[in-house]
C-alpha cells in the first residue's frame, strides 16, 4: 500500500515540477496577501509583533487552500481519476500519496514564506526559522488530512471554490488557535514546550483526523 | 468453457429516476458483447458499475466465480479499460505515463517491455514526448500500448471510437481482434454496430432499464440487425 | 391515534411551561427577569447538540448500511439542529446585553456555537450544491461525521482560548455553585418541553423529506414526456 502511495506521490511531485507556475502562484499569493495585511494595517513594530503569529497562519491557510483545489484537479484532465481509481491500489494509497504531496508542496512553500513574512512584515521570524518549520510541519499534518478529504470530496461540486473554505475553515478552528498560540509563545522566547497543553490538543487533532480521513476517504471516491 | 463475468439483478438510480431496473448477463472467456441503447440510457454508468467505479443500489457483480467486493483490486488488476478519454496525464511523457499506470498495474520488466509496446504501435520517436501533444488517434495507440504492456484478461470499452480516424479505428480494431484471439473479453459500450459489429458474441440493447436481446447466431444478417435494432430502440 | 394525542400534549406542555415561566417560577434575584431567557436559551443550546449528534449517528449509519432513511433522519436533524443554534445564538445574545453589557462577546460557549453554527451551515449548503440522490447522501454523511467530531476539539481549544461565560449551569460538574432550586426544576421542565417539541418536529420533518422524495421519485420516472 505504501509503494503505490508512493508511486502516485513521485508522480505528482514530477507532475509539479513540471509546472512550477502552480507553486509560483500560490507563493505569489502568499506575498499578496502579506501586502494587504501591510498597507491595511497599522505600520509601526510593536503592533506587528503583536499580529505576527496570527498574520503568518492566515496566510498560511489562505495560500495552503489553493493547493487544495488543485490537489485532484490534475486527475480531471483526460479523466485520469478513473484511471487512477480502476488501477488496484487501494483508496487509502490515493489518500496517503495526495496527503503527502500536499504536505511537501506546502512545506516547501513555508521554506519561502517564513524568510519573506520577516522580511516584509516581522524581522525576528527569521531567527526561529527550524523550530517554526518544525511547528509548520505539525500544523500542516492536521491541514493536510481534513484538507486532502474535503477537497477530494468538493471536485466536483458546484461552487467548490466557495464550498471548501466554508467547510474547511471553521472545522480548523482549534488548529489555528494552537498555531497562533505556540508562534506566539516561540517568538517570545519561551519556545514551544511552554504552552504544552496546546502542543498536545495539536498533534490530537493531527491524529484524530488523519485516521477518520484516512478511513471515510474511500467513501468520498466513489462516483 | 467457464463463466467469467456474470452480473445480477443490478439496479441504479440517478437522482430519483431508476435507471438500471435489474439487468442480468453473463459472458464466457473470450467472448465479446456489444451493449447499445441510445444516450441517457445509462451504458456507461452500466460500466462504471461493473468496473466498481460507481455502487449498484441492488445486485451483485461477480467475477470468475467470485463477487468483486470480496477483491476489488484483484479484479481491477485484470481489468483494462478505454473511453473516448485518454486517461493520461498531458505533462507527462509517453514512457513516464505508461511506466506510472503499468507500475500501478503490478506489471514487470517495464524497461523492455514499454519500448516494445511503443514500437508495435509506432510511437517510438515520440516516447519522450508531452502526452499533451498528441493527436486523438495517438493517444488511443498509447493506450493500446499501456494495454500490451499490462496484460489485461477483461477489457471495457466505453465509446472507443469517438473522434478516431479510419485509420486509427482499424488500427484498434486489428488490435481488439488479436486481444480477443488470445483468449482475451471485451465488453463494448458504442453506437457505431457496424465497426464492432463482426466481433460481437453477444448483442444487449439497454431499453428503459432493462435489456432486450439480439441473437447473433440466429444467422442475422448485419442489415436485419440493423433493423432489429432501431426497432427496439425506437 | 398517537399521532393526534401526541402534538397535543407537546403543546400543552409547552404552554404550561410558559405559563410556569411567566407566572410561577421566581425571579432571580441579581438579574431580575432578564433571567427568564435562560429557560429558552439553555434548551435551545441542549437541543443543537442533541440534533447534531442525531445527525453524526444518523450519518455513520448511512456510511455503513447505505439505507435512506438514515439519509432522511441525519438531514432532518441536521437543519432542526441549525435552526436551534441560531435560537441558541439569538437568546444568548440578548441575555448577553443586560448582563454582560454586550451583544456580543467572545466567550467559549458562544464561539463554540457560532462555530458549530458554520460548520453545519456548510453541512447545508453542500447538500445543495450536490445533485439529490446517492452522492449527495454519502458527501453529507462524511461532513457530518467530521464536523461532529470536532466540537470537543473546538470546544477545549476555544475555553483554553477565552472564558468568560458563568459556568455552565446544569450540566457543569464542579458542585460549588448553587442554583436555586426552583430555578433549576424550571430549568428541567422547560427542558423537558422543548425535548418533547423537538421530537415531534423531527418525526414531521422525517415525514415531509420521505414524502417529499416519494413526490420526485414519482415524478422523474413518469415514462418520457
Known sequence: MMRQAARLLAKD???????????????????????????????????????????????FLLSGILNLNKLFQVEKENACM??????????????????????????????????????????????????????????????SSLGTLLGGLTTDVRF???????????????????????????????????????????????????????????????? | MSEFLRIEGVEKSFGYRKLLKGLDFSLHQGEALMLLGRNGEGKSTLLKIITGLMRPEQGKVFFKGQAVQEDPEGFRAAMGVISHQIHFYNELTATENLHFFCALKGA??????????LLAVGLSPFANTRVGTFSSGMGKRLNIARLMVAEPE????????????????????????????????????????????????????????????????????YEELLIQYQEISA | MLHRIFPLAVFVFLVADLLM???????????????????????????????????????????????????????????????????????????????????????????????????????????????????QARYAAVVGIIGFLDVPLIHQSVVWWRTLHQTSTMFSMKKERVVDPNIAIMLWISVAAFTLFFCWMLVKRVRLENARRAFLRKMANLESF
Open chain 3, 21 to 135: 415561566i411567566f407566572v410561577f417560577s421566581p425571579a432571580e434575584v441579581t438579574q431580575g427577569y432578564v433571567q427568564k431567557i435562560m429557560y429558552l436559551h439553555v434548551p435551545s443550546v441542549w437541543l443543537t447538540f442533541l440534533a447534531f449528534f442525531l445527525c453524526f449517528l444518523a450519518s455513520i449509519g448511512y456510511l455503513w448500511k447505505r439505507e435512506e432513511k438514515f439519509d432522511v433522519l441525519a438531514q432532518s436533524a441536521a437543519e432542526i439542529g441549525v435552526l436551534f443554534c441560531a435560537i441558541g445564538l439569538l437568546t444568548g445574545s440578548i441575555w448577553g446585553k443586560p448582563t454582560w453589557n454586550t451583544y456580543w462577546t467572545w466567550d467559549a460557549r458562544l464561539t463554540t456555537t457560532l462555530i458549530l453554527l458554520l460548520v453545519f451551515i456548510g453541512y447545508l449548503l453542500l447538500r445543495k450544491f450536490v445533485d439529490p440522490g446517492e452522492q
Open chain 1, 82 to 143: 478513473d484511471a487512477l481509481l480502476l488501477s488496484p491500489l487501494s483508496r487509502g494509497s490515493i489518500f496517503l500519496g495526495k496527503m503527502a504531496e500536499n504536505m511537501i508542496f506546502i512545506l516547501a512553500m513555508q521554506v519561502l514564506l517564513i524568510p519573506l513574512f520577516s522580511l516584509f512584515f516581522f524581522e525576528a521570524l527569521m531567527s526561529h526559522f527550524f523550530p517554526l518549520l518544525g511547528l509548520s510541519f505539525v500544523v500542516c499534518l492536521g491541514f
Open chain 2, 108 to 117: 514487470e520488466d517495464l524497461k523492455e517491455k514499454i519500448p516494445q509496446a
Open chain 1, 13 to 59: 511531485i514530477k507532475l509539479d515540477l513540471r509546472s512550477l507556475e502552480n507553486f509560483l502562484s500560490m507563493l505569489f499569493f502568499a506575498v499578496v496577501i502579506l501586502l494587504l495585511f501591510a498597507f491595511a494595517l497599522p505600520l509601526d513594530d510593536e503592533s506587528h509583533e503583536l499580529m505576527a503569529p496570527g498574520l503568518f497562519w492566515v496566510t
Open chain 1, 160 to 223: 467548490k471554490e466557495i464550498l471548501l473554505p466554508l467547510l474547511l475553515f471553521p472545522l480548523l478552528v482549534p488548529l489555528l488557535l494552537a498555531a497562533v498560540i505556540l508562534l506566539q509563545s516561540l517568538i517570545s522566547g519561551a519556545g514551544l514546550a511552554a504552552e504544552a497543553d496546546w502542543l498536545k490538543l495539536l498533534v490530537g487533532f493531527d491524529l484524530i483526523y488523519l485516521v477518520v480521513s484516512y478511513l471515510v476517504f474511500e467513501f468520498v471516491m466513489e462516483l
Open chain 2, 154 to 221: 477483461i477489457l471495457f470499452l466505453d465509446e472507443p471510437y469517438t473522434g478516431l480516424d479510419f485509420d486509427s479505428i482499424e488500427f484498434f480494431n486489428d488490435y481488439l481482434f488479436s486481444f480477443k484471439e488470445a483468449g482475451g473479453t471485451l465488453i463494448m459500450v458504442t453506437h457505431q454496430i457496424d465497426l464492432f459489429y463482426p466481433l460481437s458474441d453477444q448483442i444487449l440493447i439497454l431499453r428503459q432499464g432493462r435489456f432486450q436481446r439480439i441473437d447473433k447466431h440466429a444467422k442475422h444478417s
